[in-house]
């Protein structure tokens, strides 16, 4: 008799043992946040171009230097504002005269941005060249169309040869 009385007990401890065990429900949240700021980014293609005038040119008195001649530039921006495409020749004594070195784009304006569509004078004051008024990611590539006028203006060294005649252009991209 003391057998049975053993053989429950034994059928509770191993109910007990392979029950499974209660887990208490906890959970959590956890915030995470990106503190993203306007970012723009530039790239500088074409580092220099040579415009070399022609017999035609001296004709018409100016040089060009347009579309893959030109100067190529790559910008983007996470703005949602867009951005500005700035240029400028802020050399001390150019040696070109700034009335004379003229520029244009023919890349379009991103969304309901600008361009700077005509030839105009560069100044030694930012300019801008091209815009932008929605984000622009991945890269777009702005060309910078050359032109130098007055030809005449620029004389050769005695002796023959060429003579060189040098300005730098400074781009500069801002968020907007």
Known sequence: ????????????????????????????????????????????????????PAAADYDVDYVEATGVAGLDVRVKTNSSGGMMLKVKCADAAPQIALADLLIKTP???????????????????????????????????VTTDIRIQNLSGYPDAAGGGTTAYTNTLTYTVVAQ
């Open 107 to 141: 890349t379009a304006p991103g969304g309901a941005g600008t361009s700077m569509s005509l030839y105009t004078s560069v100044s030694a004051a930012d300019q801008d060249l091209w815009t932008t008024t929605t984000t622009q990611n991945p890269w777009q590539t």
């Open 1 to 52: 008799m003391r057998r049975l009385s053993l053989f429950p007990a034994v059928l509770l401890t191993l109910a007990l043992a392979t029950a499974p065990t209660a887990m208490a429900a906890t959970s959590g949240t956890a915030t995470v946040t990106l503190a993203a700021s306007a970012q723009v980014m530039i790239q500088i293609l074409d580092a220099a171009v040579t415009l070399t």
